[in-house]
């Protein structure tokens, strides 16, 4: 729906190119996907653009081809899960944040340019084993023929009486073995090339693999990826009885952090982060970017007290570093985090881990911030019975 946000001028523009088509209909606004199915293909996906460039402009934000596509897609009404989330944002915050647009489109579209990725490796390997299998049925082909020269030669032999007459068969089998001879080494060839093609095809896919589970402004997992790994890993845990622990945590003030100096230096706190869990956190270990400015990272193999320590390592470190404004050259100070550490108990799922961790979270937050906060401390029980509450 229209929203004061949304309205614009160019909006409207885009609109009267609804109208303009001579057709009367029901705009249900932008996002509703109901725009005059008679409009030719020019008309319509220029309307889209006109939308999507409106909304840019209307909200202030950078005009790059992320959030271009992300509008653009918008105004289709397309994607109901992306317009939802879109207009839930909107209606809480009265903005898209840099972080909100980054894992919107994470979340919703860069799948599909994955999607059309791996499509486009998997036609080119359907392409390799075409041009095998022809030259297979060539290569058999040659071999039948070959086979009947050798049946011939054998007949031929056999009824030769002159030197002359031997001379000639043993020339044609000379020649026939030799097209044979090229021919299989032409299939070799051909098979060893197709071979390190089809290498080259799996490693693209694991490549594109990787780039789907990885958070690009961080390095580090995505959601999805976390996703994957914490299911995998409680059950892991559950199975073996080995403890499991889990660090959730946001970085302090980071909204009015991103105000102050701008989106372009929240993301490299955003990566100044994602450098400091790199340095800190051992190879079993699973981090990820949670979700805007917060991160998970999953320990195996490590009972509470362990993940305390390794939580205010985490904590320690990222402090430890000072932020400069990379434009200027100006300090900025130094950025904090809270912590909030839960561990696997019998008869958890992997959504009761969470949650404790993130009631842990929000206690460090509300008790001053830059800590960490667990669930055998009070501060997670006052929390716990305020949620009750």
Same mark, same amino acid.
């Given at each position: 729906?229209? $929203?004061?946000?949304?309205?614009?001028?160019?909006?409207?523009?885009?609109?009267?190119?609804?109208?303009?088509?001579?057709?009367?209909?029901?705009?249900?606004?932008?996002?509703?996907?109901?725009?005059?199915?008679?409009?030719?293909?020019?008309?319509?996906?220029?309307?889209?653009?006109?939308?999507?460039?409106?909304?840019?402009?209307?909200?202030?934000?950078?005009?790059?081809?992320?959030?271009?596509?992300?509008?653009?897609?918008?105004?289709?009404?397309?994607?109901?899960?992306?317009?939802?989330?879109?207009?839930?944002?909107?209606?809480?915050?009265?903005?898209?944040?840099?972080?909100?647009?980054?894992?919107?489109?994470? $979340?919703?579209?860069?799948?599909?340019?994955?999607?059309?990725?791996?499509?486009?490796?998997?036609?080119?390997?359907?392409?390799?084993?075409?041009?095998?299998?022809?030259?297979?049925?060539?290569?058999?082909?040659?071999?039948?023929?070959?086979?009947?020269?050798?049946?011939?030669? *054998?007949?031929?032999?056999?009824?030769?009486?002159?030197?002359?007459?031997?001379?000639?068969?043993?020339?044609?089998?000379?020649?026939?073995?030799?097209?044979?001879?090229?021919?299989?080494?032409?299939?070799?060839?051909?098979?060893?090339?197709?071979?390190?093609?089809?290498?080259?095809?799996?490693?693209?896919?694991?490549?594109?693999?990787?780039?789907?589970?990885?958070?690009?402004?961080?390095?580090?997992?995505?959601?999805?990826?976390?996703?994957?790994?914490?299911?995998?890993?409680?059950?892991?845990?559950?199975?073996?009885?080995?403890?499991?622990?889990?660090?959730?945590?946001?970085?302090?003030?980071?909204?009015?952090?991103?105000?102050?100096?701008?989106?372009?230096?929240?993301?490299?706190?955003?990566?100044?982060?994602?450098?400091?869990?790199?340095?800190?956190?051992?190879?079993?270990?699973?981090?990820?970017?949670?979700?805007?400015?917060?991160?998970?990272?999953?320990?195996?193999?490590?009972?509470?007290?362990?993940?305390?320590?390794?939580?205010?390592?985490?904590?320690?470190?990222?402090?430890?570093?000072?932020?400069?404004?990379?434009?200027?050259?100006?300090?900025?100070?130094?950025? *904090?985090?809270?912590?909030?550490?839960?561990?696997?108990?019998?008869?958890?799922?992997?959504?009761?881990?969470?949650?404790?961790?993130?009631?842990?979270?929000?206690?460090?937050?509300?008790?001053?911030?830059?800590?960490?906060?667990?669930?055998?401390?009070?501060?997670?029980?006052?929390?716990?019975?305020?949620?009750?509450?």
């Amino acid at each position: 729906m229209f $929203t004061r946000y949304s309205f614009s001028p160019a909006n409207f523009a885009a609109l009267i190119l609804v109208i303009a088509a001579g057709q009367r209909a029901a705009l249900l606004g932008i996002g509703d996907g109901s725009v005059v199915k008679l409009l030719d293909e020019h008309e319509r996906t220029m309307a889209f653009a006109e939308v999507a460039l409106g909304q840019i402009k209307s909200l202030r934000q950078t005009a790059v081809p992320r959030n271009y596509e992300i509008w653009y897609v918008y105004a289709t009404g397309y994607n109901a899960a992306l317009n939802k989330i879109i207009n839930e944002t909107l209606a809480r915050n009265g903005k898209l944040s840099e972080s909100d647009l980054e894992q919107i489109y994470e $979340t919703y579209l860069s799948h599909i340019k994955t999607s059309d990725r791996i499509d486009k490796v998997g036609a080119r390997v359907i392409g390799e084993i075409d041009d095998v299998m022809t030259l297979i049925t060539e290569a058999l082909g040659m071999s039948a023929t070959y086979d009947a020269s050798l049946t011939g030669a *054998t007949q031929k032999l056999s009824a030769a009486q002159q030197p002359d007459q031997i001379k000639a068969v043993v020339e044609q089998l000379v020649k026939s073995t030799q097209e044979m001879r090229e021919t299989n080494k032409a299939l070799e060839t051909r098979l060893l090339l197709s071979k390190t093609e089809i290498s080259n095809l799996q490693h693209s896919l694991e490549a594109i693999r990787a780039e789907s589970l990885t958070d690009p402004l961080t390095g580090l997992g995505n959601r999805k990826y976390f996703d994957r790994s914490i299911d995998m890993a409680v059950q892991t845990a559950l199975a073996s009885g080995e403890p499991l622990s889990l660090l959730m945590f946001d970085i302090d003030h980071f909204k009015s952090f991103n105000d102050s100096y701008g989106h372009l230096t929240g993301d490299q706190v955003l990566r100044l982060v994602g450098m400091s869990l790199k340095q800190t956190i051992k190879g079993q270990d699973i981090t990820a970017r949670y979700g805007g400015e917060e991160f998970a990272v999953v320990l195996p193999n490590t009972a509470l007290r362990q993940a305390l320590t390794v939580a205010d390592h985490i904590r320690r470190a990222v402090m430890a570093k000072e932020l400069k404004k990379k434009s200027t050259g100006e300090i900025l100070g130094r950025v *904090t985090i809270s912590v909030g550490v839960s561990m696997l108990k019998p008869g958890d799922d992997t959504d009761s881990l969470i949650e404790r961790a993130d009631a842990c979270l929000y206690a460090a937050k509300r008790n001053g911030r830059n800590r960490v906060i667990c669930e055998v401390d009070p501060e997670y029980a006052a929390e716990t019975r305020s949620q009750v509450a």
